[in-house]
């Protein structure tokens, strides 16, 4: 594997730990997919450093339970903002 794949799987890693990120916002973070943030996490970081690869999953596998309530609140916010804007009808 070529160092600069290992690096940024360990920064990928780090950055999911310290700051409780999804997939999505750590994708974004690093100009990367989210199937690579996935690869990384799950496959190269487990060769490289098994147990930074558990201490990342499990912060993913935590986001991933909650992804429904966020969605939730964010399908409220969008009606919310909305409700707000909408001209009235008479």
Known sequence: MKQ???????????????SNAT???????FGISKSTVHKDVT?????????LALEA???????????HIRGG????AKYVSMSHTRPTLY
Do not use: F, H, M, W
């Not at 600069?4 to 310290?18: M, Q």
């Not at 999953?57 to 992804?67: A, M, P, Y």
């Open 57 to 67: 999953r499990k912060v993913l596998d935590i986001n991933k339970s909650e992804r």
């Open 43 to 51: 496959e190269r970081l487990s060769k490289i450093n098994p147990g």
């Open 4 to 18: 600069y794949i290992e690096e940024r799987a360990i920064e990928v890693a780090n950055y999911i730990i310290s």
């Open 73 to 76: 609140l964010a399908t409220r």
């Open 23 to 29: 997939v999505r916002q750590t994708a974004k973070k």
